[in-house]
């Protein structure tokens, strides 16, 4: 099977601009998490999409939006950007039942904020 | 909500020796714990997991062990190799949600 991919792999954006990131799980899994990656903060998480719905929800602002299509390809939105977002995004799949708990991630998106 | 804390951020060693890593989390609730090697430039990958109904799980130099009483669980490594070095995240969450709660990690370096 091939595994989560990602992209872009990096962008590079000003203050102020939105960007798009895209995440394609792996065939058959239906729940995709986001997780934000900086040297300060660690792994944080963003959100979970299951079935086009979102299911869990991390501490983010609401400028940090994302979506889920039927094929389970999920999206994450950021808005209005501002330097601290810079960061790697990582997205992870997993079956998403109970005992799927198992997350494969993808290898991530490198988001610069200049 | 659920705070993971871990230790040590870093972690040096010699080649053959063993290395342990320690997580505490503080939702009793949860009972999935998950451990990810992440090295330089790459992401983050499953190196082994456990679930709160078993005490201890291995594979090959590889262990885990999960004291639900005092809400820590461990990594062991035997053997330490040059290609183990990297950065290892715990993680905890419940099972059927897809939140992963991640210690700050470690840094393991392992010198030959």
């Known amino acids: 099977k091939a595994g989560v991919t990602q992209t872009p792999r990096y962008l590079i954006k000003t203050r102020g601009q939105q960007v798009t990131l895209s995440c394609s799980p792996i065939s058959g899994h239906r729940s995709v998490s986001w997780y934000q990656q900086t040297p300060g903060q660690g792994l944080q998480f963003l959100f979970e999409?299951?079935?086009?719905?979102?299911?869990n929800k991390g501490n983010f602002p609401g400028r940090f939006s994302g979506r889920q299509f039927s094929n389970s390809r999920s999206e994450m939105n950021v808005s209005t950007l501002e330097l601290g977002d810079s960061a790697l995004y990582l997205c992870?799949?997993?079956?998403?039942?109970?005992?799927?708990?198992?997350?494969?991630f993808g290898p991530g998106t490198r988001l610069t904020v200049l | 909500g659920e705070n993971v804390e871990q230790h040590p951020s870093t972690l040096s060693v010699q080649e053959g020796d063993s290395a342990v890593i320690k997580c505490t989390y503080s939702?009793?609730?949860?009972?999935?714990f998950p451990w990810y090697k992440q090295e330089l430039g790459k992401r983050p990958q499953l190196i082994i997991d456990i679930r709160s109904n078993v005490g201890e799980k291995k594979d090959q130099r590889i262990a885990v062990t999960l004291n639900k009483t005092a809400k820590h669980f461990s990594l062991h490594i035997t053997e330490t190799q040059p290609e183990d070095s990297a950065v290892y995240f715990c993680a905890a969450t419940l099972s059927g949600f897809q939140k992963l709660v991640f210690g700050t990690g470690t840094r393991l370096l392992v010198s030959p």
């Open positions: 939702d009793s609730a949860s009972n999935y």
């Open positions: 992870a799949s997993s079956g998403g039942g109970y005992n799927y708990n198992e997350q494969f």
């Open positions: 999409y299951f079935s086009e719905t979102q299911r």
